[in-house]
């Protein structure tokens, strides 16, 4: 797949087929994150597969009862979970080097760009879970302290393929030379 299509064809999916993802596709999402851009090259993730109906239960617990994509996590057949390593992106001899301080949700942003992307690619989908609480999160999955869950991504094939969304003309976000010059 061109990567043009890939990004254009990308979707928040939310419902799922039960058919299970080989193990072949999860390495190739897997290898997507692995070669993710981050600071001085410092991959500040790590991913937990969570296959168990039981704790995919737990980590819907964590959501609130009104976001959407508490049927995808249990319905999915495996969610990954994105954790970050705080203290090693965006520092240099132990200082944050830049005044936005810690840099892992950059970086752990781009490994889940990865991830959605080579998903959609191997004809699977994703729908990147960012609103829920990260310490419960953390103890169900028994995270240990230094590490952030970051976001939660269902994967699996698609029960359906969503429509588009409108996107912004591109002169309505470019600027030239400073900002607010079109």
């Not at 760009?113 to 990260?134: R, S």
Request: proline share 7%.
């Amino acid at each position: 797949m061109e990567i043009m299509e890939a990004i254009k064809g990308r979707r928040s999916v939310r419902a799922y087929t039960s058919d299970p993802v080989p193990d072949g596709k999860l390495n190739k999402v897997l290898e997507a994150i692995q070669w993710a851009p981050s600071w001085a090259n410092t991959q500040c993730w790590e991913i937990i597969v969570v296959r168990e109906q039981g704790t995919k239960k737990q980590l819907v617990e964590t959501l609130s009862p009104g976001n959407p994509a508490r049927e995808a996590i249990v319905q999915a057949p495996l969610t990954l979970v994105l954790v970050g390593i705080e203290g090693r992106a965006g520092f240099k001899k132990g200082e944050a080097a830049t005044d936005k301080g810690d840099w892992y949700m950059f970086d752990c942003g781009l490994a889940t760009q990865n991830l959605c992307l080579a998903a959609h690619a191997e004809g699977l989908g994703t729908v990147i879970v960012g609103l829920f609480d990260a310490v419960k999160a953390a103890e169900v999955l028994q995270v240990p302290q230094g590490k952030t869950v970051v976001a939660m991504t269902p994967l699996g094939f698609p029960e359906k393929a969503p429509s588009p969304p409108k996107r912004k003309e591109i002169a309505e976000f470019v600027y030239h030379e400073g900002y607010g010059r079109r």
